[in-house]
Nanobody
Framework: QVQLVESGGGSVQAGGSLRLSCVAS?????????MGWFRQAPGKERELVAQ???????SYAGSVKGRFTISQDKDKNTLQLQMTSLLPDDTAMYYC?????????????????WGQGTQVTVSS
């Protein structure tokens, strides 16, 4: 049973930083899976924030490029998202997700496994 558990969310003022973490259990990080972070704000669709793609490189949503950094520690089965220069528009529930066959996809429907989410709230 694959489980993903996020942590690190919270409330910060605009310009602040947060670091999200995701611990995976039930499988081992490997080249067979690609990991990513998605977010969903109230009334909006779930959107990709950052992801690892099949060649080990990363991609980011344009709105977070230069501010967010995705990283992973395969030995510890953890995925992180370092978020800096946070904006009120970054307020959302953030989800860790894994896909086996659709690395590089921005479609959340292509991701097989999801965490429960961690809330990030940025005030102006």
């Amino acid at each position: 049973q694959v489980q993903l558990v996020e942590s690190g969310g919270g409330s910060v003022q605009a310009g602040g930083s947060l670091r999200l973490s995701c611990v995976a259990s039930g499988y081992t990080f490997s080249s067979a899976y690609c990991m990513g972070w998605f977010r969903q704000a109230p009334g909006k669709e779930r959107e990709l924030v950052a992801q690892f793609i099949s060649d080990g490189s990363t991609s980011y949503a344009g709105s977070v490029k230069g501010r967010f950094t995705i990283s992973q520690d395969k030995d510890k089965n953890t995925l992180q998202l370092q978020m800096t220069s946070l904006l009120p528009d970054d307020t959302a529930m953030y989800y860790c997700a894994a896909t086996r066959y659709w690395c590089g996809s921005v479609d959340p429907g292509r991701y097989n496994y999801w965490g429960q989410g961690t809330q990030v709230t940025v005030s102006s």
